[in-house]
């Protein structure tokens, strides 16, 4: 008696062209977020080693470079809170590198540890705003870069996962 | 091999990322590799600057007294004979010169009169209140209260710093120094005050005061690795060995 099981088995691993753009789409994404926590790692290394350095770091396109961070929000118990960033972002890039060769588990994780450092960078964004009244470029391109991974990750979760 | 390549990519990136770091980091090191507490070379100024041309060592600088302005004066305290003369060029927003302010204080008290503490002014263009407040110190001064503002400026510096207007704020200093608010804020809008400020700025452009805070002892610029109390110390007492 012929069994119907070879063809939904057929029809489970040959998925709808929709979907096979979707996947492939999604790992575009994921490679995107890799890239883009690549920059904010630069970022926060080179802020991290001028902190340890106890090195002035000169702003050129912004002004308060100095006040930013040589406040006391600079640092967390005497860790330097872009150390703190660039370990956030090379888990960052981590997680996409998983999802990215098909581990869907790292997909969720990655969505809501960017979404936890949506939410430092814009207290941080608020801080430099209304408290210090002072703006860091090297911060600004750190909460930026937090943005776009943001718009990245969100895109992957409800854009494509849902087609 | 697949199954690996993206632990394999992890690790690389992880290896790239802290020896960036590691190069970064001794890098940074290099450039102020040097241990002595003095920078190597220390351009003297030129004497066609009129403030510079006045201050030919340090120890025969002018000195600034109670309501008077003169150009080429300064403003000391410590000890006006003393063997080791610590100048600095500071900016009143530059928050590592409201740190180094505390040290210093320190290291005045240390060394009670065998220090004499000249303050220059430095404004840098970035930090938007330091002119008035250079301003404000020099105004004060001219009702003899100069260090007394210029402690109380220091010792405020989160406070006035990110406001939107700091001119009301140096104002309220004044009335609790005392001051005649009047006077004051007249003198803080006059050109000879101006003039003041300009003056230290120009003799440090011409010593070629790369920016805050910049420490020059005996003439010699201090290695800026070494502006912390031991670092400080180090240099005072090089100096008053070599003076034995």
């Known amino acids: 008696m012929p069994s119907n099981k070879p063809d939904t088995f057929q029809a489970e691993v040959e998925t709808s062209p929709a979907r096979r753009s979707a996947t492939r789409q999604s790992i575009y994404l994921y490679i995107a977020a890799a890239l883009l926590s690549l920059v904010g790692l630069a970022d926060s290394i080179y802020l991290t080693v001028e902190h340890l350095a106890g090195r002035s770091v000169q702003c050129t396109i912004t002004s308060g470079c100095e006040e930013v961070l040589t406040s006391t929000y600079a640092t967390i118990s005497g860790l330097p809170l872009a150390g703190v960033g660039a370990a956030a972002y090379f888990i960052v890039f981590s997680l996409a590198i998983l999802a990215a060769f098909g581990n869907r588990r790292t997909g969720d994780f990655l969505f809501y540890v960017v979404a936890l450092m949506l939410a430092v960078s814009l207290y941080l964004f608020a801080l430099q705003a209304f408290v210090l009244h002072a703006f860091c470029q090297f911060c600004l391109l750190s909460g930026a870069v937090t943005l776009l991974l943001s718009l990245v990750v969100a895109v992957e979760r409800f854009y494509f996962k849902r087609k | ?244």
């Open chain 2, 1 to 244: 091999m697949k199954r690996y390549l993206p632990l394999i990519i992890i690790v690389g990136v992880l290896s790239v990322a802290l020896g960036a770091g590691v190069t970064l980091w001794r890098s940074s090191k290099r450039a102020n590799s040097n241990t002595q507490p003095f920078t190597q070379s220390t351009p003297s100024p030129p004497a066609a600057s009129p403030a510079a041309s006045a201050s030919a060592t340090p120890n025969q600088i002018p000195v600034s007294q109670p309501g008077q302005l003169g150009i080429a004066r300064v403003h000391e305290r410590g000890g006006t004979d003393a063997k080791v003369t610590l100048e600095e060029y500071g900016d009143y927003q530059c928050p590592p010169c409201g740190m180094l302010f505390h040290d210093l204080k320190t290291i005045e008290k240390e060394y009670g009169s065998q220090l004499r503490f000249i303050f220059r002014h430095f404004p840098l263009q970035g930090h938007k209140h330091a002119v008035t407040a250079a301003h404000a110190a020099e105004a004060a001064g001219l009702q003899g209260r100069f260090w007394e503002m210029h402690d109380m400026i220091y010792q405020n510096q989160l406070s006035w710093s990110p406001a939107d207007d700091a001119r009301p704020v140096f104002i309220q200093y004044a009335r609790n120094l005392n001051l005649d608010v009047d006077r004051f804020t007249r003198d803080m809008d006059s050109a000879d005050v101006a003039q003041r400020v300009t003056a230290d700025y120009e003799r440090g452009v011409s010593l070629s005061v790369p920016g805050t805070p910049t420490i020059f002892i005996n003439g010699r610029q201090v290695n800026p690795n070494a502006y912390t109390p031991d670092g400080l110390r180090t240099a005072i007492d090089f100096m008053l060995g070599n003076k034995k």
